[in-house]
């Protein structure tokens, strides 16, 4: 396969401070007006501001092997990346638009000209200029190395047709040899057993990937009020209530009860079982570090137009429990059981001994999750939650976000735990409106 040349967009770079490195042994080309654009984020105390200097670091350390003007090795395997120093004079047809966008597409243009058989691909996150790269016949593409697709993500559970007698040993047993002819497992995947012959007779199972079996789901008591209202409910609450898995990830749609099973979980082990310190919870602010500023008051007043979908979820736990009348999350903070925190904070520290509910966490980028999760200390869980259709983040879609790639790399994992809640259980309105709108 012939080498292919690559010239990025800023917004790539900014989204994926190493996609550089993403593009195996084929060249790269940065225009000099991506690197003017990069300088201009350099400032910028948010997620995009550390990316562009991260890169300007980068590509500085690369002159020390060579002149960037005529392409400087990336190392082994990978190809050169450019910034050529020049721009010429390649009439676009094109007069109204973005300067700085048809400088770039100047670029891309110039080297399809010059390159001969050499495949030239513009890649970008902005779909207008894709289509305008497209027009004047540059191929264009998504910058899609950390894009999952949607359609593929892994569900976290799975159906097994077995026979009656297999069933009957696992609810006597409350554990049964992972059979043979279920390959493809994960670990803490849950299995619906399911009797062949009699569709009826049904067992819920999680996969213990240290003893190769799959252990029973049993019944378990109302937690703050709350018992699962279906299956995907109850693997829900199995993962989020095991000390052993740490890293847990909910997917589903609006009203399937994710963030609702996160917060109750979380109230039994702060507050009633003491087996973390106390429960922090942070949402994404879109843009992520930045808005709140331009809102009045102190952190918690900021913060609180973004966090109120969480406290509805506390004072509705809260008013089913003995501590009814009692304004729910008040109460907690005052007792320091709940922190709530902009994520803008979260860079730097270690949180050890907590239990942290990242809610809404398909508005974040992969390079962000990466962020929170090596945050965690020792003795910490982590639970993020979100709805990879419902992405407010214009930097991600519902197959680049950084909680559908969490997802992927963590499912082979022992640490780890997923459930794709399926079924709304908010009302039947909601449940509806979810269908069809």
Same mark, same amino acid.
């Given at each position: 396969m012939s080498k292919k040349i690559f010239v990025l967009d800023t917004n790539v770079l900014l989204h994926d401070p190493k996609a550089l490195l993403k593009f195996k042994a084929n060249d790269v080309y940065v225009p000099i007006v991506v690197i003017e654009e990069i300088d201009n984020f350099k400032k910028d105390m948010n997620e995009i501001?550390?990316?562009?200097?991260?890169?300007?670091?980068?590509?500085d350390a690369l002159r *020390?092997?060579?002149? =960037?003007c005529d392409g400087v090795p990336l190392?082994?395997?990978?190809?050169? &990346?450019?910034?050529?120093?020049?721009? *010429?004079?390649?009439?676009? /047809?094109?007069?109204?638009?973005n300067r700085a966008?048809? *400088?770039?597409?100047?670029?891309?243009?110039?080297? @399809?000209?010059?390159?001969?058989?050499?495949?030239?691909?513009? &890649?970008?996150?902005? @779909?207008?200029?894709?289509?305008?790269?497209?027009?004047?016949? &540059?191929?264009?593409?998504?910058?899609?190395n950390d894009k999952i697709?949607?359609?593929?993500?892994?569900?976290?559970?799975?159906?097994?047709? @077995?026979?009656?007698?297999?069933?009957?040993?696992?609810?006597?047993?409350?554990?049964?040899? =992972?059979?043979?002819?279920?390959?493809?497992?994960?670990?803490?995947?849950?299995? @619906?057993?399911?009797?062949? *012959?009699?569709?009826?007779?049904?067992?819920?199972?999680?996969?213990?990937? &240290?003893?190769?079996?799959?252990?029973?789901?049993?019944?378990?008591?109302?937690?703050?009020?709350?018992?699962?209202?279906?299956?995907? #409910?109850?693997?829900?609450?199995?993962? =989020?209530?095991?000390p052993n898995i740490s890293l847990v990830t909910l997917v589903g749609k609006a009203g399937t009860g994710k963030t609702l099973l996160a917060i109750a979980a979380g109230l039994l082990q702060v507050a009633d079982k003491r087996i973390y310190d106390r429960m922090l919870i942070a949402r994404p602010v879109i843009p992520m570090g930045k808005d709140l500023g331009y809102l009045?008051?102190?952190?918690?007043?900021?913060?609180?137009?973004?966090? #109120?979908?969480?406290?509805?979820?506390?004072?509705?736990?809260?008013?089913?429990?003995?501590?009814? /009348?009692?304004p729910g999350y008040q109460e907690l903070i005052t007792q320091k059981i709940l922190h709530v925190e902009p994520l803008t904070y979260i860079r730097g520290?270690?949180?050890?001994?907590?239990?942290?509910?990242?809610?809404?966490? #398909?508005?974040?980028?992969p390079h962000e999750v990466k962020t929170i999760i090596t945050r965690a200390g020792e003795g910490t869980k982590v639970v993020l939650t979100g709805d990879p259709y419902q992405i407010d983040n214009p930097y991600?879609?519902?197959?680049?976000?950084?909680?559908?790639?969490?997802v992927e790399h963590f499912k082979e994992q022992g640490v780890a735990g997923h459930v794709t809640l399926k079924k709304g259980e908010r009302s039947a309105l909601a449940e509806l409106a979810a269908k069809l709108l």
């Open positions: 501001g550390r990316n562009a200097r991260y890169v300007s670091r980068f590509l *020390e092997r060579g002149k =960037l190392g082994e395997g990978l190809g050169k &990346v450019f910034i050529p120093l020049t721009r *010429e004079a390649v009439d676009l /047809g094109v007069t109204v638009g966008d048809n *400088e770039i597409l100047k670029i891309a243009v110039d080297l @399809t000209k010059k390159m001969g058989d050499k495949v030239v691909v513009f &890649v970008t996150k902005d @779909t207008n200029l894709r289509i305008k790269a497209d027009a004047l016949g &540059v191929p264009a593409e998504d910058y899609e697709m949607l359609e593929d993500l892994y569900s976290g559970s799975a159906d097994y047709y @077995t026979t009656g007698s297999a069933i009957s040993q696992i609810y006597d047993k409350d554990e049964m040899p =992972l059979p043979e002819d279920l390959v493809g497992i994960f670990p803490n995947e849950f299995v @619906t057993l399911i009797n062949s *012959e009699n569709p009826k007779q049904t067992a819920l199972a999680r996969y213990n990937s &240290v003893m190769k079996s799959l252990d029973r789901l049993t019944d378990m008591e109302p937690i703050w009020g709350i018992t699962p209202r279906n299956k995907e #409910q109850t693997f829900a609450l199995n993962i =989020l209530l095991d009045p008051g102190d952190v918690g007043e900021k913060m609180r137009p973004w966090m #109120q979908p969480i406290f509805d979820n506390l004072d509705f736990l809260i008013s089913g429990s003995e501590m009814a /009348g009692v520290r270690s949180i050890p001994r907590q239990y942290m509910v990242i809610d809404e966490a #398909q508005n974040l980028t991600v879609d519902s197959n680049s976000n950084g909680l559908s790639y969490l």
